[in-house]
């Protein structure tokens, strides 16, 4: 019974977030487009897919993933986990919270994997790309780069250097690699930064980092907690790049190779 | 096989066939995208907390309905948010109305954010913070005034984001010029703007892109960029996504100047 009431509630907010947009496609295409829209049975059916499945995949992580990751979160972040100690002593050093960084990687690139808005964009890129960008690989290099700025991010907050430093440094890498990467890959590398996060990330992300910000003496939650989800935009825009000139090399070296034989 | 075609209610017409089997293997992508998220839980659960499962029952559940979910999810992708933005798209190419175009993107910029609940929750957090550093009243009335403000601004630039997105990919302009620029420009306004404002002002950026929005933006680039001729898809059709999530940024610190100075 609570299953079914949860799932109605979830499924009104989908719609609720779903139908201005939804009235503004119909207002478009009837007052200005003028004109039916095509297929519109089995165009609504699809919406209506898209409805019922963000409310299966919000309530389902709700009741499954989304405890234990909170769990993970405070565990993580907690003194005796980090330090084997019930608090934590003033001025350990940044290397005990090792164990941090490693699962907080693990968590982003997991969570990554999984995100909707990104798979719908690397389901598109491969379709435009008529197979010369690989869905897959575009996936796991986002989910990489996610992974990178969550442990760099956690370090940050365990070390308390300020956000702006890494951001701005992370920029300028980004400025540097968009000289050198393949055109092709530069529009989709800076939208992967923005499709990492959302429904699955987010909530488990902000978790962590506001646990966490609790436990290291002398940071404040609420200004440190926020800027994990900066890192975890920033990261995806280098890995993507990197991972296109990584495979341009790698062709250019085949090539190279076949012409020697 | 000719009993079959004489009626024709006892065998299902070959699209619905082509779409029980798209689901299937979108059941099967859907297993495999989780595959991450189970192994993390469970290497954590049994390593690090070394206790057997809360809740196995829910986990199950929840789990089976997180891959229906995801399934539905890209299943509505194809037959319905992708059509419908790539057609409207070339239905605005077609009409050939600048005004028109540019008011449909604001207007799905500015719709599918103002009502985001991540935003509303990052927006109402970032009030606290804000009456808590002592920048603002801590009222309860001019907190919600922050607030609203703070969400209308972020709605506002993403709508403003796909102006300039769409504009871009008529110009043809390359991206990476305008997005340079513009983080350039939030370089130059995180050394200005008050503190309080900027932690939020970078998470900003990471929430306004939800999974409705995704997928519907990225359709409308990539259709419009086909339908023009001398337009390349993968390089001009992406890219919205990366305007919606920089605009915010340094409209969110404008708004934090104009507030607090």
């Not at chain 1, 209506?48 to 405070?74: H, N």
């Not at chain 1, 699962?103 to 909707?116: I, Q, S």
């Not at chain 1, 923005?194 to 002398?218: C, K």
């Amino acid at each position: 019974m609570e299953l079914l009431t949860n799932f109605i509630r979830t499924l009104s907010l989908t719609v609720i977030d779903v139908l201005p947009v939804a009235a503004l496609l119909v207002f478009f295409q009837l007052a200005v487009l003028r004109r039916p829209i095509p297929n519109w049975k089995r165009i609504a059916l699809g919406f209506g897919f898209v409805l019922l499945g963000l409310t299966f995949f919000l309530d389902g992580l709700e009741s499954a993933l989304f405890p234990i990751g909170r769990i993970m979160a405070r565990q993580l972040s907690s003194p005796e986990f980090v330090l084997g100690a019930a608090a934590t002593p003033a001025g350990a050093a940044w290397y005990a919270y090792i164990w941090v960084y490693v699962f907080g990687a693990l968590v982003g690139f997991a969570t990554t994997v999984a995100e909707p808005a990104l798979i719908a964009v690397s389901f598109k890129a491969q379709e435009v790309s008529r197979g010369g960008l690989n869905q897959w690989g575009l996936r796991l290099a986002v989910a990489a780069g996610v992974a990178i700025g969550i442990a760099v991010g956690t370090f940050r907050i365990v070390t308390g250097t300020p956000l702006y430093l890494y951001i701005i440094a992370g920029y300028v890498v980004v400025v540097i690699q968009t000289l050198f990467a393949p055109r092709e890959i530069i529009p989709l590398a800076y939208d992967s930064g923005g499709v990492t996060t959302s429904t699955v990330t987010v909530p488990l992300v902000a978790a962590l980092g506001l646990g966490l910000s609790e436990t290291v003496p002398g940071s404040n939650p609420a200004l440190d907690g926020f800027g994990l989800i900066a890192f975890a935009s920033v990261f995806p825009i280098m890995t993507v790049m990197g991972y296109a000139q990584l495979a341009r090399l790698l062709a250019k070296r085949k090539l190279r190779a076949s012409k020697e034989k | 096989m000719t009993r079959q075609t004489e009626n024709p209610k006892t065998v299902l017409p070959k699209r619905t066939i082509d779409l029980i089997k798209n689901f299937a293997l979108h059941v099967l992508g859907a297993c495999r995208d989780l595959v991450p998220i189970v192994l993390v839980i469970v290497i954590f659960q049994l390593l690090v907390l070394r206790r057997p499962f809360p809740q196995v029952f829910n986990v199950v559940v929840g789990l089976f309905m997180v891959v229906l979910g995801l399934a539905l999810f890209v299943l509505g992708l194809e037959i319905g948010l992708f059509p419908i933005g790539e057609t409207m798209a070339e239905a605005f190419a077609l009409k050939g109305s600048l005004f028109w175009l540019l008011l449909f993107g604001f207007g799905l910029g500015f719709s599918t954010t103002v009502a985001e609940p991540a935003l509303i929750a990052i927006t109402e957090e970032a009030a606290e913070v804000a009456a808590g550093g002592g920048v603002i009243a801590a009222d309860e009335a001019t907190m919600a005034d922050y607030a609203l403000g703070l969400r209308l601004t972020v709605a506002v630039s993403v709508g403003v984001a796909i102006v300039v997105g769409l504009i871009r990919i008529l110009k043809g302009w390359p991206v990476h010029y305008l997005i340079i620029g513009g983080y350039i420009g939030v370089v130059i306004m995180t050394a200005f703007a008050p503190p309080e404002i900027v932690g939020i002002a970078y998470d900003s950026g990471g929430v306004t892109t939800s999974t409705v929005t995704v997928p519907l933006v990225t359709a409308l680039g990539v259709g419009l960029a086909s339908a023009i001729r001398g337009r390349n898809p993968l390089i001009d059709g992406f890219g919205l996504i990366a305007f919606a999530s920089l605009l915010p940024l340094i409209f969110v610190m404008a708004y934090g100047m104009m507030m607090f100075n």
